[in-house]
């Protein structure tokens, strides 16, 4: 152990004492994190290990090779961790507390049952399955009646994604939206099954809360994959700590009773929910992050689905292998540009009255905001909306549907003042269909 040296003092009766000395050094072998213990190397289980107790057993046994070693007539006395009257292991949590923050987060890289791995992988677990290619006809049969192809692929896009490292560059998240018991739960259960040990329940919505002050806790272990069976998003206080964990950015983790941290979020969160997400405008993040997925509601027979979930489970292998090559067949940023048009006609009400006066826009070269404010005001009144956007609010977000706006515009003899100009019409080319799809 690098950071603890065993050495050997003579005590005044002649006694040889055997103890552990401490270092304050940038650790290879013991990571830290709020002052507290996050994990140390094992050497002969050749991984990483967060049992704090593995602490005590590596360095007791190094005392006593040290003590065996003395070839002298003196009586050789230790100081080990395991017995606490020695006052080694408080000195121990004490020197924890001393140590700078490591930078590492363990098991970011997928370890199989076959991987060959070093300590530089910084896992602490390897996965029970093997990743190639094999029989998956109970998990074609099942997701093929819970889901189109379209759909299922979006998960299966994720999946893979995720086995092949580059999730965490990748600013997405999936929601499963629809009814109870449609079959949302039975992808989150497969998802979960693939990464076993890699993945966190969380709560996403302590993540949208403002109060929430230990809301970023669910993360302090940095897992592949967070999931939520049975969320809401449905009001979103604030989406700054939701997007920069979508985001992969740096976040600081406050635990209970530890001190403050800062770490990279790598997760690639899932939910499932009864309820459509609260978008709020066209430059929330949440609109350019939000991959949704529904089901087709279509049923599976008790005694069917039961028989296909048990043999899924001897297919875990094969459709991680399955996943991944969705992934790779469609690209890292297949879905860069996706908008997920369903959950915006749900409760994202400026998409919904610029959606309901498209003809109005599109037809006309341009459009002043004193015209498109009076229409906002009678969308308004029509669908009884509880607020009105203040006229200067209105004609920014406005702007989100043009490409180009201008304070003065002249076009022969006719001037303009605070216009509108090319209407984005491929906002809405799949509105139509997606609007008789939801209704």
Same mark, same amino acid.
């Given at each position: ?34 002052? =507290? ?23 007791? =046994? ?5 003590? $065996?070693?003395?070839?002298? *007539? ?45 300590? *530089?992988?910084?896992?602490?677990? #390897? ?7 094999? $029989? ?26 995720? !086995?092949?490292?580059?999730? +965490?560059? !990748? ?9 109870? %018991? ?29 109060? $929430? ?24 206080? $604030? ?21 403050? @941290? ?42 069917? &689905? ?24 469609? %690209?890292?940023?297949? @879905? ?18 610029? *959606? ?16 498109? @404010?009076?229409?906002? +005001? ?22 989100? &549907?043009?490409?180009? &706006?201008?304070?003065?515009?002249? +076009?022969?003899?006719?001037?303009? #003042?605070?216009? &509108? ?6 906002k809405f080319q799949i509105a139509a269909k997606v609007a008789e799809h939801i209704s």
């Amino acid at each position: 152990m690098d950071f603890c040296t065993i050495k050997v003092k003579t005590l005044k009766n002649g006694t040889l004492e055997v103890y552990p000395a401490f270092r304050i050094m940038a650790s290879k072998d013991l990571l830290v994190r709020g002052g =507290k213990f996050y994990a140390v190397w094992n050497e002969e289980a050749n991984k990483w290990s967060t049992d704090i107790l593995d602490v005590a057993r590596i360095i007791d =046994k190094e005392i006593y090779a040290k003590r $065996d070693e003395i070839k002298v *007539e003196n009586p050789v006395s230790v100081k080990t961790l395991g017995d606490f009257e020695s006052l080694k292991w408080t000195e121990f949590i004490n020197y924890l507390n001393k140590m700078p923050d490591s930078t590492v987060s363990l098991n970011q890289k997928m370890i199989f049952a076959d991987t060959v791995t070093t300590k *530089e992988d910084y896992s602490s677990f #390897r996965l029970d399955y093997s990743l190639k290619e094999g $029989d998956i006809s109970n998990y074609l049969e099942l997701v093929s009646i819970l889901y189109e192809d379209e759909e299922r692929q979006k998960f299966e896009w994720a999946i893979g994604s995720i !086995i092949a490292g580059d999730s +965490i560059d !990748i600013q997405k998240f999936e929601v499963f939206f629809g009814p109870p %018991g449609c079959g949302k739960g039975t992808v989150l259960q497969i998802i979960d099954s693939i990464f076993k040990g890699y993945t966190s329940y969380m709560d996403i919505g302590a993540l949208a809360s403002k109060s $929430d002050l230990f809301s970023t806790e669910q993360f302090a272990r940095g897992p592949l994959v967070a999931i939520q069976t049975d969320g809401d998003l449905s009001r979103i206080e $604030d989406n700054t700590k939701l997007n920069s964990i979508i985001s992969h950015e740096t976040i600081t983790v406050n635990e209970k009773f530890k001190s403050k @941290y800062t770490i990279r979020s790598n997760s690639f969160l899932f939910m499932a929910t009864n309820k459509p997400v609260m978008i709020t405008d066209a430059l929330s993040g949440i609109s350019r992050r939000l991959i949704d997925i529904r089901p087709t509601g279509n049923k599976v027979p008790a005694k069917k &689905y039961h028989d296909l979930m048990d043999g899924i489970q001897f297919e875990i292998g094969a459709i991680a292998y399955h996943c991944l090559n969705i992934y790779k067949t469609l %690209g890292k940023y297949y @879905y860069e540009t996706y908008v997920p048009i369903d959950m915006m006609f749900r409760t994202d009400y400026f998409f919904n009255f610029v *959606e309901d006066n498209f003809n109005v826009f599109s037809s006309q070269k341009v459009t002043t905001l004193k015209q498109a @404010y009076e229409m906002y +005001i009678q969308f308004c009144d029509e669908s009884a909306l509880k607020g009105r956007m203040p006229k200067f609010k209105f004609r920014d977000e406005l702007k989100n &549907y043009f490409d180009d &706006y201008r304070e003065q515009y002249r +076009i022969g003899d006719e001037r303009y #003042r605070s216009c &509108y100009l090319g209407f984005k019409v491929s906002k809405f080319q799949i509105a139509a269909k997606v609007a008789e799809h939801i209704s």
